[in-house]
């Protein structure tokens, strides 16, 4: 079964998990939060009695509530399993400081009968035949090991029952057991007896999670070694340690001053703005800088090529709402570090990346790619004013520009034998109004960060000289790139910019103006642009599609469109028009306050990848300009 839908996560700097809104268990990241992924799938139930397995996840009896603890990455679940008046509250965190994934189980007796409890645990590791996973019972835990990695499943409890092989057979009876204590198995099963509770009884259990890199020969003693350590944490001092810390996390990084709430709207508000504050970290690997753009969704490609890569592109409006919330450290490592270190010699950027910095797999170039980090270097600059940042990553824009001239040349004289870069959605191969929007800010860019640092190069008159001709090398450039665009890219008939060839109307036409500002927003072109995205993009909820004919993932409104409209209506200050789609994104949240990519069009839920790090950016943009 696909597992399309994160409805929770929670994480620290080197694990990170997601759950169903039932409390499921679906994906769990280590060591970095976009690789690698070890869950195929953990079944969690209970016996009750002389019961079959209750699955806690999917019974027809259960009931479920879902909350987070307030201003923090701690996930409570509640599951009343309404035929036994069994309540299970699950309690979901991972420790800061040690890569331990906790799951705390309290079980209260409802009924006025004496229930009988058995915890189980099927466990399946994701494996294949490079990355075979075994079953082994040892130490009175659970170990799944391969050939790099070893999970392991246990409790300060003791283990009443393991099953190495052939579990699916017989869970469903809530029986497991066998005489293997290894096998090749890459699903295996515990249980645990909680114990006979009287009317009104509660009992608690607690269940960890350890993964670890299997180093050394006896790489099995040291993990036992690491279940003993763990077992002796006090899990309670623990639990308040992640409290605090997220607490706290959220209260240092409360970059805009929103009003008290004081209606459903202004919680809901409030609601995603800590959401948001609470996910950019647990999307960030803080070794490198690089940058998720969500977590993933499709691991077998079944609708996409799959999410939780780092592209640049979206990375620059990621980290420029890093900056306006006082992230600005974790924005400076993107750009020094991780931009650095994937530029490649010729001065680009490939599609994009694992957020370690290696290569990810990609299927074409967009030039865009290369455009923005030269921008986003600048707009982090404009917040910092931190004049050796740009000193740092003169260079690494400079090589970019350089690639960049060798682009925009062949589009200027007309020589491309074939297109030449995918546009921003990653679908039309070309030249696209957007990309040649990127270059052009790239290019003012450059002019603006050498308008910043001449002064330091007083005594150098040669570099003065050659900062000169290069400024006016790239103003020629900013001339015919808008010449361009206006000959090329603007339907006369429509009365309106077009994105390529293709002359359909597409939201990233707003690029033009914001973030890249190629034209004035009240120039009349821009104008008649905007009135027909309006009458072509438009749903009839209220969303908008990214283009004409938009069907990918069932063709649903878009959470960044709505932001993008409303950041064109801040720049010509109509904010009342810009609250209208700001609004629409709000209704359109999850019940946690994620924003989604997609918006389905008849539930008003969301649709596709819950929690976009890209929506939830221009999410927190637009809220700072409207508080």
Same mark, same amino acid.
């Given at each position: 079964?696909?597992?399309?839908?994160?409805?929770?996560?929670?994480?620290?700097?080197?694990?990170?998990?997601?759950?169903?809104?039932?409390?499921?268990?679906?994906?769990? #990241?280590?060591?970095?939060?976009?690789?690698?992924?070890?869950?195929?799938?953990?079944?969690?139930?209970?016996?009750?009695?002389?019961?079959?397995?209750?699955?806690?996840?999917?019974?027809?009896?259960? &009931?479920?509530?879902?909350?987070?603890?307030?201003?923090?990455?701690?996930?409570?679940?509640?599951?009343?399993?309404?035929?036994?008046?069994?309540?299970?509250?699950?309690?979901?965190?991972? /420790?800061?400081?040690?890569?331990?994934?906790?799951?705390?189980?309290? #079980?209260?007796?409802?009924?006025?009968?004496?229930?009988?409890?058995? *915890?189980?645990?099927?466990?399946?590791?994701?494996?294949?035949?490079?990355?075979?996973?075994?079953?082994?019972?040892?130490?009175?835990?659970?170990?799944?090991?391969?050939?790099?990695?070893?999970?392991?499943?246990?409790?300060?409890?003791?283990? &009443?029952?393991?099953?190495?092989?052939?579990?699916?057979?017989?869970?469903?009876?809530?029986?497991?057991?066998?005489?293997?204590?290894?096998?090749?198995?890459?699903?295996?099963?515990?249980? +645990?007896?909680?114990?006979?509770?009287?009317?009104?009884?509660?009992?608690?259990?607690?269940?960890?999670?350890?993964?670890?890199?299997?180093?050394?020969?006896?790489?099995? %003693?040291?993990?036992?070694?690491?279940?003993?350590?763990? !077992?002796?944490?006090?899990?309670?001092?623990?639990?308040?340690?992640?409290?605090?810390?997220?607490?706290?996390?959220?209260?240092?990084?409360?970059?805009?001053?929103?009003?008290?709430?004081?209606?459903?709207?202004?919680?809901?508000?409030?609601?995603?703005?800590? !959401?948001?504050?609470? *996910?950019?970290?647990?999307?960030?690997?803080?070794?490198?800088?690089?940058?998720?753009?969500?977590?993933?969704?499709? &691991?077998?490609? @079944?609708?996409?090529?799959?999410?939780?890569?780092?592209?640049?592109?979206?990375?620059?409006?990621?980290?420029?709402?890093?900056?306006?919330?006082?992230?600005?450290?974790?924005?400076?490592?993107?750009?020094?570090?991780?931009?650095? %270190?994937?530029?490649?010699?010729?001065?680009?950027?490939?599609?994009?990346? +694992?957020?370690?910095?290696?290569?990810?797999?990609?299927?074409? +170039?967009?030039?865009?790619?290369?455009?923005?980090?030269?921008?986003?270097? +600048?707009?982090?600059?404009?917040? @910092?004013?931190?004049?050796?940042?740009?000193?740092?990553?003169?260079?690494? /824009?400079?090589?970019?520009?350089?690639?960049?001239?060798?682009?925009?040349?062949?589009?200027?004289?007309?020589?491309?034998? $074939?297109?030449?870069?995918?546009?921003?959605?990653?679908?039309?191969?070309?030249?696209?109004?957007?990309?040649?929007?990127?270059?052009?800010?790239?290019?003012? @860019?450059?002019?603006?960060?050498?308008?910043?640092?001449?002064?330091? #190069?007083?005594?150098?008159?040669?570099?003065?000289?050659?900062?000169?001709?290069?400024?006016?090398?790239?103003?020629?450039?900013?001339?015919?790139?808008?010449?361009?665009?206006?000959?090329?890219?603007?339907?006369?008939?429509?009365?309106?910019?077009?994105?390529?060839?293709?002359?359909?109307?597409?939201?990233?036409?707003?690029?033009?103006?914001?973030?890249?500002?190629?034209?004035?927003?009240?120039?009349?072109?821009?104008?008649?642009?905007?009135? !027909?995205? %309006? *009458?072509?993009?438009?749903?009839?909820?209220?969303?908008?599609? !990214?283009?004409?004919?938009?069907?990918?993932?069932?063709?649903?409104?878009?959470?960044?469109?709505?932001?993008?409209?409303?950041?064109?209506?801040?720049?010509?200050?109509?904010?009342? $028009?810009?609250?209208?789609?700001?609004?629409?994104?709000?209704? @359109?949240?999850?019940?946690?306050?994620?924003?989604?990519?997609?918006?389905?069009?008849?539930?008003?839920?969301?649709?596709?990848?819950?929690?976009?790090?890209?929506?939830?950016?221009?999410?927190?943009?637009?809220?700072?300009?409207?508080?």
């Amino acid at each position: 079964m696909e597992k399309y839908f994160n409805d929770a996560i929670i994480g620290n700097k080197n694990m990170l998990a997601s759950f169903t809104k039932k409390g499921e268990l679906i994906r769990l #990241f280590y060591p970095t939060v976009d690789y690698r992924q070890f869950i195929d799938f953990l079944h969690t139930g209970v016996k009750v009695n002389d019961s079959n397995i209750i699955y806690l996840h999917t019974d027809i009896n259960n &009931e479920y509530e879902q909350t987070y603890i307030k201003d923090t990455n701690i996930l409570v679940t509640n599951i009343k399993n309404t035929y036994f008046e069994l309540n299970i509250t699950q309690t979901d965190f991972i /420790c800061i400081k040690e890569n331990v994934l906790v799951k705390r189980y309290k #079980f209260s007796n409802q009924n006025v009968i004496d229930l009988d409890v058995s *915890l189980l645990i099927h466990s399946k590791m994701v494996s294949d035949s490079n990355n075979d996973a075994s079953g082994f019972f040892k130490n009175n835990a659970l170990i799944q090991y391969m050939h790099d990695y070893t999970t392991s499943i246990f409790s300060k409890e003791k283990i &009443e029952n393991v099953q190495i092989n052939n579990t699916q057979e017989n869970i469903a009876d809530g029986i497991i057991g066998g005489k293997d204590y290894i096998g090749m198995s890459s699903d295996s099963s515990i249980q +645990y007896h909680i114990g006979t509770l009287k009317p009104k009884e509660e009992k608690t259990i607690e269940i960890y999670f350890y993964i670890t890199e299997n180093v050394g020969n006896n790489y099995i %003693n040291s993990i036992e070694n690491e279940i003993e350590k763990i !077992r002796k944490m006090d899990i309670e001092k623990e639990y308040q340690n992640v409290k605090n810390y997220w607490k706290k996390y959220v209260k240092e990084h409360n970059g805009i001053p929103i009003k008290e709430p004081s209606t459903k709207y202004d919680l809901k508000v409030e609601q995603i703005y800590k !959401r948001s504050i609470l *996910l950019f970290p647990l999307l960030i690997n803080s070794k490198t800088g690089g940058i998720s753009s969500g977590v993933e969704i499709d &691991e077998n490609k @079944t609708k996409c090529g799959r999410y939780s890569y780092c592209w640049p592109r979206d990375s620059i409006f990621i980290t420029k709402a890093l900056d306006i919330l006082k992230m600005e450290k974790e924005t400076e490592k993107f750009y020094k570090q991780f931009c650095k %270190n994937t530029q490649s010699k010729d001065g680009m950027w490939e599609q994009r990346f +694992y957020t370690d910095g290696t290569l990810a797999p990609c299927w074409g +170039y967009q030039i865009d790619e290369t455009a923005s980090v030269v921008y986003g270097v +600048y707009k982090h600059y404009e917040n @910092t004013l931190d004049l050796k940042f740009l000193k740092e990553n003169l260079k690494m /824009c400079e090589k970019a520009v350089e690639y960049l001239k060798k682009y925009i040349d062949k589009v200027l004289e007309g020589k491309e034998e $074939k297109p030449l870069s995918y546009d921003l959605w990653e679908e039309n191969e070309g030249i696209h109004v957007y990309s040649l929007a990127a270059i052009f800010a790239s290019f003012e @860019t450059l002019i603006k960060i050498y308008d910043c640092i001449a002064p330091e #190069f007083n005594n150098n008159r040669l570099k003065l000289e050659n900062i000169k001709k290069e400024k006016e090398i790239l103003e020629k450039y900013l001339l015919q790139i808008k010449e361009y665009i206006i000959k090329n890219f603007y339907n006369n008939e429509k009365k309106s910019f077009v994105r390529n060839k293709d002359q359909k109307m597409d939201i990233s036409l707003i690029g033009l103006v914001t973030p890249f500002a190629v034209f004035s927003p009240k120039e009349k072109k821009i104008e008649n642009t905007i009135e !027909r995205i %309006n *009458l072509t993009l438009r749903t009839y909820t209220g969303g908008y599609l !990214r283009y004409e004919g938009d069907n990918y993932a069932g063709g649903n409104p878009w959470v960044i469109a709505s932001l993008w409209l409303a950041q064109y209506y801040i720049e010509i200050g109509q904010k009342k $028009k810009a609250k209208e789609h700001f609004d629409f994104v709000v209704k @359109t949240a999850s019940e946690h306050g994620y924003l989604a990519e997609q918006i389905d069009n008849q539930t008003l839920k969301p649709a596709w990848v819950i929690g976009l790090g890209w929506s939830h950016a221009m999410f927190i943009n637009i809220l700072q300009q409207l508080v």
